[in-house]
């Protein structure tokens, strides 16, 4: 019914750019927010950074003037622009969406990618 894909993680220098990418396809109907968040290894998942169809965003303090992220839910797509990169940054980072089907229309829910792996070297 719904798949999330990313693309863009990769390995890159201490202080250097990246962008991520995760466009939704399938039977959505609307999109309420999209977002990211990442996870290591024997740790919880956490939230880097989400924006809603409004347009209103939150980040985690961990990234907060490093990170922008940006949408376009007429693509269903959204972007991560991760600038200033650190090594605390690496991370499989996961897309997610909050969204309503055209088959079930009464609530949102949550869809996630299989992740991408953004490694930052020292």
């Known amino acids: 019914q719904v798949q999330l894909v990313e693309s863009g993680g990769g390995l890159v220098q201490a202080g250097g750019s990246l962008r991520l990418s995760c466009t939704a396809s399938?039977?959505?109907?609307?999109?309420?927010?999209m977002g990211w968040y990442r996870q290591v290894p024997g740790k919880e998942r956490d939230l880097v950074a989400r924006?809603?169809?409004?347009?209103?965003?939150v980040y985690a303090d961990s990234v907060k003037g490093r990170f922008t992220i940006s949408r376009d839910f007429s693509k269903n797509t959204v972007y991560l622009q991760m600038n200033s990169l650190k090594p605390e940054d690496t991370a499989v980072y996961y897309c997610?969406?909050?969204?309503?089907?055209?088959?079930?229309?009464?609530?949102?829910?949550?869809?996630w990618g299989k992740g991408t792996l953004l490694t930052v070297s020292s």
């Open positions: 399938g039977n959505i109907f609307s999109i309420s927010t």
């Open positions: 997610y969406a909050n969204l309503v089907t055209t088959t079930v229309r009464d609530i949102g829910m949550n869809y």
């Open positions: 924006i809603t169809s409004g347009g209103n965003t």
